[in-house]
């Protein structure tokens, strides 16, 4: 063979790998999960912000109704007003973050960790919070009737002003929560809950279902506060006042 020849063909085989490299190269960035694309994509609804990284965001007002955001970290992010409609934020990440006055109907979020966060004003109707790690989350008057709240950690939640008709609190840690001015229309369900230094004062009791005497006896009440039917008021009532709540 010629060196001109030889030459010929050595540059025919470096443009073939060339574009092999090319060829490769594209099929690799074309096989990359959709997930990717997605946590650079706006807020939409029906989104796949699933494992995506929101953190530190300023998103209020976002239409996330059907998203998929699983696993997502929203830590200190703020969500105020959005709506998350059948959303599932299942082990999403809310620390510190605000859902204030959000529409979380129907929503998943199963096992989010949501420690201080702002969810006062929401409609969380017929939502799961089942075993959420939501210690002195914000609930003031949100809207939870049939909200689930099952084996959630609450201690010093608040719940002032809610509205809580037929929601869940079965084998919950309410301990210190507090539930001044919340509006029962209807049962609620106590059963195995943890009660220690809850405030229950002048709350009308009377349909709520679950509670036992134990329970009534390790809670805050007073005077004006109704209880089932067989449950009778301790003598330690009204509790000691706790610096913390001050």
């Keep these: 063979m010629t060196k001109s020849a030889t030459l010929v063909f050595a540059l025919r085989r470096n443009i073939i790998s060339v574009a092999a490299a090319f060829v490769a190269c594209a099929a690799s960035l074309g096989s990359q999960p959709a997930m990717a694309a997605s946590c650079r994509a706006d807020a939409a609804a029906s989104i796949d912000w699933s494992e995506c990284n929101k953190r530190l965001l300023m998103l209020g007002g976002s239409i996330l109704d059907g998203a998929d955001l699983h696993g997502t970290d929203f830590t200190y992010t703020d969500l105020r007003g959005s709506s ?47 075993s959420a790690e939501m210690q002195r989350a914000d609930f003031e008057n949100a809207k939870l009737d049939n909200a689930d709240f099952s084996k959630a950690e609450l201690g010093r939640a608040d719940f002032n002003g809610a509205v809580l008709t037929g929601t869940k609190f079965t084998k919950a840690n309410l301990s210190r929560a507090s539930f001044e001015g919340a509006k029962f229309t209807g049962s609620i369900d106590f059963s195995d809950s943890f009660l220690l230094l809850a405030h229950i004062e002048g709350l009308d009791l009377s349909a709520a279902t679950g509670l036992e005497q134990k329970q009534i006896d390790i809670a805050c009440g007073d005077d004006k506060t109704k209880l089932p039917q067989g449950l009778t008021k301790p003598a330690t009532w009204p509790c000691p006042s706790d610096p913390e709540d001050d």
Excluded: P
């Design 84 to 130: 998350f409609k059948k959303a599932n934020l299942e082990k999403a990440k809310l620390i510190r973050s605000s859902l204030a006055s959000s529409e979380l109907e129907g929503a998943n979020l199963v096992k989010v960790e949501a420690y201080r966060s702002d969810f006062s004003d929401v409609n969380a109707t017929n939502a799961k919070f089942n």
